[in-house]
């Protein structure tokens, strides 16, 4: 009777465990959704963004921009997949069990575990082995009167940078010095530490200014 017991107790211990992890995958796969809307459709590109609202804006959400935003979708999307290796873990036996009915032939069914399990891994790692296609773009504004804003324009394209980085680690990355972007940007020298996004919100620049900042210097050094 104890056994029986226990048995049925760890039954029901289960249950809860597997319920909870499916819904945890539910409230983890509408954000993960969300998120990708909001990066597609809210905060634009340049490409997109630059003819509706201007080209001297970043688009931003909570004080975050779609760079940081899909740091953030990246993370839920790796919990998601933990979530989701769990729960195979927990079924482990009826799914075998329903792939071996749906597959007839023991060879057959071997056969499509591995295809599908290689398909899976291959999708999960292809990122980590691809290069970038670089392809030449036509400018999207012609003829403009002020060179400030073509040599802006110019820097948008060529330089990466994002809130998540501080202004030491952006220097450092383009070969600038640190207090150089400072002076321009307005910004303290003791600040370089800071992040870029705190920095913007306190300075009020916004990420273009730093982009033409290391333009500038960079010429001024070359």
């Known amino acids: 009777m104890l056994n029986k017991t226990m048995t049925k107790q760890k039954v029901i211990d289960k249950s809860k465990l597997n319920l909870s992890i499916d819904m945890l995958l539910l409230l983890l796969m509408m954000p993960i959704a969300g998120i990708g809307f909001l990066i597609k459709y809210v905060l634009f590109s340049g490409i997109q963004r630059n003819p509706i609202y201007g080209n001297n804006v970043e688009l931003e959400f909570l004080g975050l921009s779609r760079h940081e935003w899909g740091t953030i979708h990246l993370f839920l999307s790796i919990t998601f997949l933990v979530l989701l290796i769990l729960h195979i873990y927990f079924h482990w036996k009826m799914i075998v069990t ?9 060879s057959l ?4 575990a591995f295809l599908l399990i290689a398909f899976g891994l291959l999708m999960f790692s292809f990122p980590l082995f691809v290069k970038p296609e670089i392809v030449a773009k036509e400018a999207l504004h012609q003829n403009r009167n002020n060179n400030t804003h073509s040599e802006s324009h110019h820097a948008n394209e060529e330089y990466e940078v994002n809130g998540s980085e501080t202004l030491q680690f952006v220097a450092d990355k383009y070969n600038v010095p640190a207090i150089k972007i400072a002076a321009d940007l307005n910004v303290p020298e003791s600040m370089t530490g800071e992040k870029l996004g705190r920095l913007k919100k306190q300075y009020s620049f916004i990420m273009d200014d730093v982009r033409y900042s290391i333009s500038k210097n960079r010429r001024q050094i070359k």
Request: hydrophobic content about 40%.
């Open 98 to 106: 329903i792939f071996r009915r749906m597959i007839p032939g023991k």
């Open 109 to 112: 069914c071997y056969i499509s």
